[in-house]
């Protein structure tokens, strides 16, 4: 199969929801043969669309190497939790303020780090997080291993 009989298959494909909304204009279009500007207008959008994923992958590396200096090299301690509220990954500032290993923490809830009292406070606010993207001014009081 050849560019042209590529691009004739995805013309063919792309007009589903206009099947929809408009039926009668759909089977009309799916009938007859794109001209050859459409065709070319549609090998341009497909360039666009490699130019731009090209783009992004080139830039995901710099980006994740960034993103990872800022976590590993801040004071602060940082967490990441999955949507049940599970760690994904803890920045060594975290463990080395609270006293854990990675091993103790990755895949572990958040809620069992945290002080008892403070366990229902966390998933009333963790839920609303999920639903609007961010929390300010929410506090918890976590446990800290007894070790010496």
Known sequence: ????????????????KAITHHQNQACMT?????????????VQELEKRESEDKYATDAL???????????????????????NG??????????????????EVIGKSFVDFLHPVWRCHFKENFT????????IGVEFEMDVPNRK
């Open 1 to 16: 199969m050849d560019r042209i009989d590529l691009l004739w298959n995805s013309f063919l494909i792309t007009p589903k």
């Open 30 to 42: 799916m009938n007859a043969k794109p001209t050859y500007e459409e065709l070319e207008r549609r």
């Open 61 to 83: 590396p710099e980006s994740e190497r960034i993103f990872k200096k800022l976590f590993e090299k801040k004071p602060l301690g940082y967490q990441s939790l999955d949507k």
């Open 86 to 103: 599970h760690f994904v990954v803890v920045s060594q500032s975290w463990l080395e303020t609270l006293g854990y290993t990675e091993e």
């Open 128 to 135: 609303r997080f999920k639903a609007i993207g961010e929390i």
